[in-house]
């Protein structure tokens, strides 16, 4: 099983502030590396695939870079509904999914 | 629009069985290949079990294999998922999901989400 390691677990910043996700794999899973946002009470959305395309309807303010086992996702300017938990998954093997980064306002 | 709407969830005794169901609109059910995957509470994203539009192929997570068992009706735009001989660890919100792809192939990338229905097995 591939695992996915997320970093920082907590990350606080304001709006307006530009945020940088990690997410490490054990493995190599080449480009196929999703994120996706979830917020309180509501199922997860996909904002990223294949490593740094943007899913339907996702502001270009989020973009997602890396390959192989090293990936980031990163929000340019923070708006205030950016603040949730992300998750990244990778779908080279059997699907696993990273254990979240909490972004949430300073 | 794209809607996934699970049910179906309860409380349960350990070694008990229950089904969830999802019902899909919005989009051409049968086309797509489908998934449950869940979350415990306060803890990440767990991948359950797929199953292909046809019906036919199907694979589960080592956790559930052997007690859950993934089907669908197309006729019905129904996803279900039975689960047998529960454990405490199957505690969770159940989702289903539906895979990125449009032409019946699996790619493990999950676009739309139901909201979700809790399990929640105690004695």
């Known amino acids: 099983e591939i695992v996915l390691t997320q970093s920082p677990a907590t990350l606080s910043l304001s709006p307006g502030e530009r945020a940088t996700l990690s997410c490490r794999a054990s493995q190599s899973v080449s480009s196929y590396l999703a994120w996706y946002q979830q917020k309180p009470g509501q199922a997860p959305r996909l904002l990223i695939y294949?490593?740094?395309n943007r899913a339907t309807g996702i502001p270009a303010r989020f973009s997602g870079s890396g390959s192989g086992t090293d990936f980031t996702l990163t929000i340019s300017s923070l708006e205030p509904e950016d603040f949730a938990v992300y998750y990244c998954q990778q779908r080279s093997t059997r699907p696993t999914f990273g254990q979240g980064t909490r972004l949430e306002i300073k | 629009q794209v809607q996934l709407v699970e049910s179906g969830g309860g409380v349960v005794q350990p070694g008990r069985s229950l089904r969830l169901s999802c019902a899909a609109s919005g989009f051409t059910f049968s086309s797509y290949t489908m998934h449950w995957v869940r979350q415990a509470p306060g803890k990440g994203l767990e991948w359950v079990a797929v199953i292909f539009n046809d019906g036919i192929i199907k694979y589960y997570s080592d956790s559930v294999k052997g007690r859950f068992t993934i089907s669908r009706d197309n006729s019905k735009n129904t996803l279900y998922v039975q689960m047998n001989s529960l454990r405490t660890e199957d505690t969770a919100v159940y989702y289903c999901?539906?895979?990125?792809?449009?032409?019946?192939?699996?790619?493990?990338?999950?676009?739309?989400w139901g909201q979700g229905t809790q399990v929640t097995v105690s004695s």
């Open positions: 999901a539906r895979d990125f792809d449009s032409s019946g192939y699996r790619t493990d990338c999950f676009d739309y």
């Open positions: 294949d490593a740094s």
